[in-house]
């Protein structure tokens, strides 16, 4: 079990290292880390979770592009303000914790996941 949760972190770095190759992180957002690998890790969850996927599974390797598209989305959106729903109610800097609101249709997760239609498994 503590293997495949290292596994599940190590994608969720990865994602962010993705981030930082397309240029969309840089230096300057050191301090913001954390929070965005929460982010990473919660759109992760969005997706398997609508993919009827475990959550806690590793993330197929052919969502991972989609998977970088969507947690940058999302983060970007939350930096802008998203709206009332959807929105991050609360970040702490020690031990990390990010507890979002409800989803809405209006993030950007919500408004990509039907890309994810390939993977999506019936209930």
Same mark, same amino acid.
Request: proline share 5%; charged share 25%; hydrophobic share 40%.
């Given at each position: 079990? *503590? ?7 190590? +994608?969720?770095?990865?994602? #962010? ?7 969309? /992180? ?7 880390? +954390? ?25 197929? +390797?052919?969502?991972?592009?989609? /998977? ?8 970007? /959106?939350? #930096? ?7 929105? *991050?109610?609360?970040?702490? +800097? ?27 498994? #019936?209930?």
């Amino acid at each position: 079990m *503590a293997e495949h949760r290292e596994n599940v972190r190590e +994608q969720v770095a990865e994602i #962010l290292e993705n981030w930082k190759t397309l240029g969309w /992180w840089g230096e300057e957002q050191i301090p913001e880390e +954390q929070a965005a690998l929460l982010v990473i890790s919660w759109t992760a969850d969005r997706m398997l979770a609508w993919c009827n996927i475990p959550l806690g599974a590793q993330v197929p +390797q052919g969502m991972k592009g989609i /998977w970088t598209e969507l947690s940058y989305a999302q983060w970007q /959106w939350l #930096l802008e303000g998203g709206d009332a729903v959807g929105n *991050a109610v609360s970040i702490t +800097q020690g031990d990390t914790a990010v507890r979002f609101r409800e989803s809405s249709e209006d993030d950007p997760v919500s408004r990509g996941l039907e890309r994810l239609r390939p993977w999506r498994r #019936l209930p």
